[in-house]
């Protein structure tokens, strides 16, 4: 399992209309580059310390290291591609999702065969086809993205910002107006929350009772 | 026999439905407002919220809660793919727990949770399908545009699930024909039929199945 990157700091928001802060963006620094991708969400109600997705056809695993100033630092690791040993998805795979393995068959497993004959089985399991496009850019030396996300068909927007150095992030954060009290939402929780798998923001659900 | 006049927002006999969710419909849409005959002023636009309950083991029964007023309805047939619902139940909360015993959870087919107590505010309603497997609640709100098209009342909507967007066109009317030239009309021949359960189930990850787009 080879380390992809140093962890960075992330902070992250979704929401429907970005309209405002992308136009902020636009204006503090250029667009980069814009690409598309699609990633399968491996998501368990329990795990929050996880961010678990496989994309063309290589599973990888973010970590939650720690959480400073309101950012959040994520380890990625590489898990490996499809075919995938059936000892990884019990020792590395399940452990990250926190729920039981089940008997395995199969000494390896297609990434078909992983979706039918393990995961969708799973009642404690579910999962998120996401399909990005992804605005790149750079803002006080952090990669900043906007994306527009469809989870399960259903879209959302989110901004990123990230950095090994936690101060950079927060000051871009500072640039683009955006505010201590912005909750910093990280994949799995927005994805959870579509889903059901977690409680919607008090505020939203008050706000319309 | 003649054909009953639909009025927008009138009480009629079951309609036949069709209605597709996807990412976009711009093509039909813009049909859609060409095609149509003017409308009343109250259906041009319209939002509410709403939450709907949505059970593993059931695809018959829609149950949504508006303004605390509980409506089920229930799939009744299937012709030539559109669907027809009929009322099934209305309430209010706070609910009483024989209602809720003999009428509510037998139509989310699911085990029935001991209810403890004789009356059930909207809140503790909703705690008890936070607490059971097999049910959720999901949030929902919509913005309903309405149209009258080949004399069958349709909508253009954007719909919030769980706040993630998809939008939602439909047509609906007491005769299959016209409903089946509308979707003619719109070009939405090659569209899914997707009423509500089933979108809200593909979205949250109940179902797997796509969209229409």
Redesign the interface.
């Known amino acids: 399992m080879a380390q992809e990157s140093n962890p960075r700091f992330e902070f992250r928001i979704?929401?429907?209309n970005l309209e405002k802060l992308t136009a902020t963006l636009d204006k503090l620094t250029p667009r980069l580059q814009t690409r598309k991708m699609n990633s399968i969400y491996l998501l368990t109600a329990g795990n929050t310390k996880n961010n678990i997705k496989i994309r063309d056809g290589i599973m990888d695993i973010k970590v939650l290291e720690q959480e400073t100033d309101g950012l959040e630092q994520w380890n990625p690791f590489l898990v490996g591609e499809f075919p995938l040993k059936g000892d990884v998805i019990k020792t590395v795979v399940f452990p990250a999702l926190g729920i039981v393995c089940p008997v395995m068959d199969r000494d390896q497993y297609t990434l078909d065969q992983f979706l039918k004959e393990i995961i969708?089985i799973d009642?404690d399991l579910?999962?998120?086809f996401v399909k990005k496009v992804r605005h790149g850019y750079m803002l006080n030396n952090c990669i900043t993205e906007i994306a527009e996300v469809?989870?399960?068909?259903?879209?959302?927007n989110t901004l990123c910002i990230e950095s090994e150095d936690p101060k950079q992030v927060l000051a871009a954060k500072k640039m683009l107006g955006i505010g201590n009290d912005t909750e910093n939402v990280n994949y799995p929780l927005a994805l959870k929350?579509?889903?059901?798998l977690a409680s919607?923001p008090k505020k939203?659900?008050e706000s319309?009772d | 026999m003649s054909k009953e006049q639909l009025e927008i927002g009138a009480i009629s006999k079951p309609r036949f439905e069709f209605r597709t969710f996807g990412k976009e419909f711009n093509e039909a849409a813009f049909l859609m407002s060409r095609l149509s005959v003017p409308v009343p002023e109250k259906v041009w636009e319209r939002f509410s919220e709403e939450i709907y309950i949505v059970s593993k083991t059931n695809d018959i029964n829609n149950t949504k809660i508006r303004d605390g007023k509980m409506d089920i309805k229930t799939l009744i047939q299937s012709v030539d793919g559109l669907e027809q619902w009929n009322p099934l139940m209305k309430g209010e909360f706070p609910m009483k727990a024989e209602i809720l015993t003999q009428e509510v959870f037998p139509a989310f087919k699911v085990e029935m949770p001991e209810l403890t107590k004789e009356i059930y505010t909207l809140e503790e309603f909703l705690e008890i399908i936070h607490n059971h497997p097999d049910l959720q609640a999901v949030r929902v709100e919509k913005e309903r545009y309405g149209y009258m098209v080949n004399d069958t009342i349709c909508e253009y909507a954007n719909v919030w699930i769980n706040g993630a967007l998809v939008v939602s066109l439909n047509s609906e009317s007491t005769e299959v024909e016209d409903i089946k030239k509308t979707i003619t009309d719109l070009k939405l021949e090659d569209a899914e039929n997707i009423n509500y359960l089933q979108a809200i189930k593909r979205v949250i990850g109940m179902s797997n199945k796509k969209l229409a787009n």
Request: aromatic share 14%.
């Open positions: 979704f929401g429907i969708s009642p579910s999962v998120a469809l989870v399960n068909g259903a879209l959302i929350r579509i889903m059901g919607l939203y659900w319309n």
